[in-house]
């Protein structure tokens, strides 16, 4: 099956902060998948912070709200229905937002009051935002996605790592089992690859705690790359930028607190998605990783 | 640390929309169990004593209780409880109300002056736009990087964020 015989999905695009300006080959990686699935992404020119359901929501609910619906009018005045995110976070403000100010009339008019100095209004026009996983899983399919994998990642063990809020609050979310999740595990075996099942996969990357102190972080860090060495995973696998930037860059601090050395490869499912799909490691900017997954993907056969 | 019982405060979390649940909460610390840094920090933070203190009204306590900053946000929580109790919601009311007191950890303080000036949490370096042109991403540079920063602040001063944000210079204190 050709990426022409794909029906064409189409998306207004948000792409949050910490993706593009910190960790560009995300980007890439995503926006080749979608190519390769004939998904359309459509940027939202405009938008800004989305902004972060920890940080911003903890310090001023009503300005992470407000700021939230703005990013959702900027898509409302373009012509697709549907937001994607490549962020957990991102999807978490912008889908809140979208889903309250719907549900909630009196909040509704009391962002729109803030929102009409900046001659924009939230009218409900989008049905709904997505994670770019969650498009995959109930869009493209796991049965379509398997029938495009031109080169499957036969024996590479994955730790799949969900992260909180792609699966949390699941009353708002409503895509998985919010405790005991499995669809990113299908992805990730539609793909060829093994999903390992270990202890503390649930177990959070500690993002949200490091804000306030990094050592209970790099602690939890510490528990899931343990239980994911013991299970025999040779890489994560991450839904959301805090979480790749933690369990990347928690290797490091491990490293310092416990004098004990990790050598996990994060990717993103984008990442695993765009090379089962056929495209070659430079195209998504693989060298960039740290650890480098150099050694794995020799093991795949993938240059 | 102040024990003393705030009834007003009571009844204003009680009356806040999302935390009209903390009132169905039995205190059977199954938010504590489920807890992950809960586990990590051997119970020093403890979600269910910070339900307790919120039914009781303690409100010193609460916002000057630097754990109050521990909860990882992922919800675990909120799912667990038996009682449907959202207590991510809740401590969301609390750490608001600290941050007006000018109790936040620096982090909370350094990413909310940043989407203020910025208008994102985190803005483009030179380094990243240099990445961004090796990956063949440079197309899309003027769509991404322009964010309009005004329009934003226009939004924050109505929200009073902007006010929020400047209460940081005069107050050095903080809940680390």
């Known amino acids: 099956m050709t990426e022409a015989t794909s029906p064409q999905i189409d998306k207004a695009l948000f792409l949050g902060c910490v993706i593009p300006a910190r960790i560009p080959f995300i980007e890439k ?24 359901p920890i940080g911003i929501n903890s310090v001023d609910e009503k300005t992470w709200i407000t700021l939230a619906s703005r990013n959702v009018t900027v898509a409302e005045a373009m012509p697709e229905t549907e937001i994607m995110g490549l962020c957990s976070g991102c999807v978490l403000s912008l889908k809140s937002a979208n889903q309250k100010l719907k549900e909630d009339a009196h909040l509704r008019d009391e962002v729109n009051e803030h929102l009409i100095k900046v001659d924009k209004q939230f009218a409900g026009k989008i049905e709904t935002v997505r994670h770019f996983a969650q498009v995959i899983h109930e869009e493209v399919g796991i049965d379509r996605l398997k029938s495009l994998v031109k080169h499957p ?11 909180c809020h792609f699966i949390r609050p699941s009353e708002l979310i409503g895509f998985d089992d919010p405790i005991q999740p499995r669809k990113l595990d299908e992805i990730v075996r539609a793909l060829g690859a093994e999903s390992v099942d270990y202890s503390e996969k649930m177990l ?37 930028p805090s979480c790749y930037q933690m369990l990347e860059g928690g290797q490091r601090n491990v490293r310092k607190m416990f004098k004990e050395k990790f050598s996990f490869p994060v990717f993103y499912i984008t990442d695993l998605i765009a090379l089962a799909l056929g495209a070659s490691s430079e195209e998504i900017g693989l060298k960039y990783h740290r650890p480098k997954p150099n050694k794995l993907l020799e093991a795949l056969g993938i240059e | 640390m102040a024990s003393t019982i705030d009834f007003t405060f009571r009844n204003l979390l009680l009356q806040t929309h999302g935390s009209e649940t903390l009132s169905y909460c039995y205190q059977c610390a199954t938010c504590t169990g489920s807890c992950p840094v809960s586990k990590e920090t051997g119970g020093r933070y403890n979600p269910r004593r910070i339900i307790e203190r919120s039914l009781l009204g303690m ?84 769509e991404n990087v322009v964010v309009p920063v005004e329009e934003l602040q226009v939004l924050m001063e109505s929200t009073g964020f902007k006010e929020i944000v400047t209460s940081f210079d005069d107050n050095g204190e903080d809940g680390d």
């Open chain 2, 59 to 142: 409100k010193e306590s609460l916002i000057n209780d630097p754990t109050l900053w521990l909860c990882t946000m992922c919800d675990t929580c909120d799912e667990s409880c038996p009682q449907g109790v959202v207590l991510t919601e809740i401590f969301t009311i609390l750490k608001n109300m600290a941050v007006k007191a000018g109790k936040a950890p620096q982090r909370y303080k350094d990413q909310a002056r940043s989407v203020w000036e910025n208008g994102v949490s985190v803005p483009f370096m030179d380094s990243i736009l240099r990445r961004r042109r090796d990956l063949e991403l440079e197309e899309e540079l003027d």
């Open chain 1, 204 to 240: 959070c990357c500690g993002t949200g705690v490091a804000n306030a102190s990094d050592d209970i972080a790099t602690k939890m860090n510490y528990r899931k790359y343990t239980s994911a060495q013991e299970a025999g995973a040779e890489c994560f696998c991450v839904v959301c």
């Open chain 1, 153 to 163: 990642l036969t024996g590479l063990k994955v730790a799949v790592h969900y992260g």
């Open chain 1, 29 to 52: 990686s995503a926006k080749v998948a979608c190519k390769l699935l004939n998904i359309h992404l459509n940027p939202m020119k405009g938008a800004a912070c989305c902004p972060d």
